[in-house]
């Protein structure tokens, strides 16, 4: 069974730092590009930032580039969310994504139950 | 990117069928047949039930279908059933490798 657990949401300051991350099972991770999603309360999703199945390549939506970094793990089965100059805006769950494919990705078939990040001083 | 357009809400009745509509852009929801729709029940992570505009996943009722018209895509549920009271998201691929969300839409099953 495909699995994925999200860790490290908290709460922190504005302009503060968090490592976000997921631990994958259940697949062969390293074939599939992985994602972030976020979704802030009472509102729909948003795509956060993706990475290829090798960690060649990444992609950010502009809201984020610059401040944070995703990068994997292969030998973990672990994907990872480094957030730093933290933002009010910034605040949601934050959910773990398998693509279905190694590098771009299209859709989002698999989800982890998602970890909260919150952004207030 | 800006977020696709949604009705915030739409309702039925049990038996009947319902459209949510989508709409995008010709930079995401027209130029590319990468639509994809999720339904999320309160405290649950989303759940896909149609990819690349009109496919179901393995599982996923064939009371779901997904068309597209343009910059509009639309997700259809025949035979309300009381289990399909959710929030519905739209989602595309917008070029670049990045995908932008619709704000979604809440299904009320009267």
């Not at chain 2, 009109?54 to 025949?78: E, H, Q």
């Not at chain 2, 070029?95 to 704000?103: M, R, W």
Request: contains cysteine; charged residues 15%; glycine residues 10%.
């Amino acid at each position: 069974e495909v699995q994925l657990l999200e860790s490290g949401g908290d709460l922190r300051q504005p302009g503060g730092s968090l490592r976000l991350a997921c631990a994958a099972s259940g697949f062969p991770f390293s074939s599939y590009a992985m994602s972030w999603v976020r979704q802030a309360p009472g509102k729909g999703p948003e795509w956060v930032s993706s990475i290829s199945d090798r960690g060649s390549s990444t992609f950010y939506a502009d809201s984020v580039k610059g401040r944070f970094t995703i990068s994997r793990d292969n030998s973990k089965n672990t994907l990872y969310l480094q957030m730093s100059s933290l933002r009010a805006e910034d605040t949601a769950m934050y959910y773990c994504t398998k693509a279905d494919a190694s590098i771009i990705v299209d859709a989002f078939p698999i989800w982890g139950q998602g970890t909260r990040v919150t952004v207030s001083s | 990117q800006s977020a696709l357009t949604q009705p915030a809400s739409v309702s039925g009745s049990p038996g009947q069928s319902i459209t949510i509509s989508c709409t995008g852009t010709s930079s995401d929801v027209g130029n590319y047949n990468l639509v994809s729709w999720y339904q999320q029940h309160p405290a649950k992570a989303p759940k896909l039930i149609i990819f690349e505009t009109t496919k179901r996943p393995s599982g996923v009722s064939y009371r779901f279908s997904g068309s597209k018209s343009g910059n509009t895509a639309s997700l259809t549920i025949s035979g309300l059933q009381a289990e399909d009271e959710a929030d519905y998201f739209c989602c595309s691929y917008a070029g670049s490798s990045k995908l932008v969300f619709g704000g979604g839409t809440k299904l009320t099953v009267l």
